[in-house]
Nanobody
């Protein structure tokens, strides 16, 4: 079983930045793909960005050019650098250690 825990959420003004972190631990026998997902109020969970063990990356169109995903497999940590934040980025952000180990989520609120 793999345990996943996110941190770094908060309240930020439009145009601001935040950095999310996700630490994973437990029965890690190989380097799996990992991803960030988000769920806004009244909406379904959607992919924000993910990264494979070979550092192949994909982003949602809505965050391209603003968000950057990265991983440090020595420290077992996944990151999401979020810049130029918009009110529509407000959501609970979840970390996923593929295929199915989810964190509890961290709230990001973008508001003036």
């Amino acid at each position: 079983q793999v345990h996943v825990m996110e941190s770094g959420g908060g309240v930020v003004q439009p145009g601001g930045s935040l950095r999310l972190s996700c630490v994973y631990s437990g029965d890690i026998f190989s380097i799996n793909a990992m991803g960030w997902y988000r769920q806004a109020p009244g909406k379904g969970r959607e992919l924000v960005a993910d990264i494979t063990s070979f550092n192949n990356i994909r982003y949602a169109e809505s965050v391209k050019g603003r968000f950057t995903i990265s991983r440090n497999d020595v420290e077992n940590t996944l990151y999401l650098e979020m810049n130029s934040l918009k009110p529509e980025d407000t959501a609970v952000y979840y970390c996923l250690y593929y295929p199915s180990s989810w964190g509890q989520g961290t709230q990001v609120t973008v508001s003036s």
